[in-house]
T-cell receptor, first 110, second 118 residues
Framework: EDQVTQSPEALRLQEGESSSLNCSYT??????LFWYRQDPGKGPEFLFT???AGEEKEKERLKATLTKKESFLHITAPKPEDSATYLC???????????FGTGTRLKVLA | GAVVSQHPSWVICKSGTSVKIECRSL??????MFWYRQFPKQSLMLMAT?????????EQGVEKDKFLINHASLTLSTLTVTSAHPEDSSFYIC??????????????FGPGTRLTVL
């Protein structure tokens, strides 16, 4: 069964304390892995798309990496404004539909 | 970047009435749009795929007669919740892929519509 699992479910960090969020997947023929940030009461905001193992993308304090089985979202020196739920989703061969993970709720304390 | 809007951002209605939610792609054309539903502290659940010029495709368990979808143009899809009941109260979010909806396309999401049925 195609699945996407995110860990941890929730994470509390002190401001400046770097960490990583994990998104592991069991799908055949990955076509794309997507990271989004979602603030309460809002729609997901696009962060990154990764297509192949070894690919990396960066944006400000965030860096996303991809292997054949998982993706990491590295947060370097986070700030309170990075607090949000981070969602990953995948698509695989034969479908354009997203399979979402359950998300990681990140809280960064000042 | 690709911008998707939704209207209204929130709506309160009485049980038994119908509510229409609009989803627009503002700076690109979208032949395909997606409608999701999200419950508190849960991830997004795909309800249906909206296709410009053809019928929507509904996910298993989603009542197509209750959730009417019309893809009126290349920039507009609407979701009408008919005969709404309190259990339909939820956060509804639409999305549109930038490149027509093929596998691997990035989807851009609207800001969501909070529906409360009294």
């Amino acid at each position: 069964e195609d699945q996407v699992t995110q860990s941890p479910e929730a994470l509390r960090l002190q401001e400046g304390e770097s960490s990583s969020l994990n998104c592991s997947y069991t799908v055949s023929g990955l076509r794309g892995l997507f990271w989004y940030r979602q603030d309460p009461g809002k729609g997901p905001e696009f962060l990154f798309t990764l297509y192949s193992a070894g690919e990396e993308k960066e944006k400000e304090r965030l860096k996303a990496t991809l292997t054949k089985k998982e993706s990491f979202l590295h947060i370097t020196a986070p700030k309170p404004e990075d607090s949000a739920t981070y969602l990953c989703a995948v698509t695989f061969a034969g479908t354009y539909k997203y399979i979402f993970g359950t998300g990681t709720r990140l809280k960064v304390l000042a | 970047g690709a911008v998707v809007s939704q209207h209204p951002s929130w709506v309160i209605c009485k049980s038994g009435t119908s509510v229409k939610i609009e989803c627009r792609s503002l700076d690109f054309q979208a032949t395909t749009m997606f409608w999701y539903r999200q419950f508190p502290k849960q991830s997004l659940m795909l309800m249906a795929t909206s296709n410009e010029g053809s019928k929507a495709t509904y996910e298993q368990g989603v009542e197509k007669d209750k959730f009417l979808i019309n893809h009126a143009s290349l920039t507009l899809s609407t979701l009408t919740v008919t005969s709404a009941h309190p259990e339909d109260s939820s956060f509804y979010i639409c999305s549109a892929p930038l490149s027509g909806g093929s596998s691997g396309d990035t989807q851009y999401f609207g800001p969501g519509t909070r529906l409360t049925v009294l």
